[in-house]
């Protein structure tokens, strides 16, 4: 009986080391919430410039949100070549403003939807597209104005200077 509860601990034992490994890796990396494919039919986000002999057709873009990291890092944006081929990979923060998220990525800031697209398989999913329509941007600007100057990662004057004047400064997204 001592050798079976003695076996019983030490397995207990392996497995609570096992979710501290993992807890521990979510607490520095963040904890994905969800994963959205871009629309076929949005432009790539500025954050990426496809590679010389690619077109829009060729690439997939894949968002992942997550639980923000103690680093602020709560998006990360990859682009693949195809599905299987990643070609880049950037991260940054993000506020969700309803059906739309504000995300800045090297200082560039990004207004995004959400609407639904049908898969390859059929399926009716979520993808998500950038904004580029100013009245729509001006709008979820002027009404989230007390939410982004709440936030403390985000600089509200110049990220509305940036999106509504599409000039090529930067803002912090630390």
């Not at 001592?2 to 030490?10: E, I, N, Q, S």
Request: net charge positive; charged share 30%; aromatic share 8%.
């Amino acid at each position: 009986m001592k050798t079976t509860k003695l076996k019983c601990f030490l397995s207990t034992k392996k497995y609570l080391l096992i979710v501290a490994i993992c807890l521990s890796c979510f607490a520095i990396s963040g904890c994905v919430d969800s994963v959205n494919y871009l629309a076929s039919d949005s432009r790539l986000p500025k954050w990426f410039t496809l590679p010389p002999g690619l077109t829009r057709a060729d690439v997939t873009v894949i968002r992942a949100s997550m639980d923000p990291t103690q680093r602020g890092v709560d998006i990360k944006v990859a682009l693949y070549k195809g599905k299987y081929k990643k070609l880049a990979e950037v991260s940054g923060k993000s506020i969700l403003l309803g059906y739309f998220r504000i995300c800045v990525v090297n200082g560039v800031p990004e207004i995004t939807g959400y609407k639904a697209q049908i898969d390859e398989h059929g399926n009716r999913m979520p993808y998500f597209y950038v904004v580029d329509d100013p009245a729509l941007k001006r709008k979820l600007l002027d009404e989230c104005e007390k939410k982004l100057l709440e936030d403390k990662g985000i600089d509200y004057p110049a990220l509305r200077k940036k999106l509504l004047d599409e000039n090529e400064g930067s803002i912090s997204d630390h």
